[in-house]
């Protein structure tokens, strides 16, 4: 969906990482990062915030629920904290 059917270019390059939708079906707590790292992770997120209402209604009428939740975005530093991580293994192995 984010791909296909939203044209804002701040949303480029972005994945979602998580979901997390809490027991009352009121919230989808959605983790994203990007592949240039945290440096776009502002203005990211507020397009995604202006896109949600979008991106709600797109997705209720694709999955049936009762109540669709509402959409709050985080930015996930995991795939950034990895990447750091296997550089500094890479270089100790290159220093044996």
Not at 30 to 37: C, D, F, I, L, M
Request: proline share 4%.
């Amino acid at each position: 969906m984010l791909i296909r059917e939203l044209n804002d270019p701040r949303l480029k390059q972005i994945f979602i990482t998580d979901v997390k939708i809490d027991r009352e079906l009121a919230f989808a707590d959605v983790y994203v990062s990007a592949v240039e790292g945290s440096s776009r992770s502002a203005e990211i997120l507020a397009g995604l915030e202006s896109a949600s209402g979008f991106m709600r209604r797109a997705l209720s009428a694709r999955v049936e629920v009762r109540s669709f939740p509402r959409l709050r975005f985080h930015w996930d530093p995991t795939p950034e904290n990895a990447d750091h991580i296997e550089k500094i293994l890479a270089g100790i192995r290159n220093k044996k």
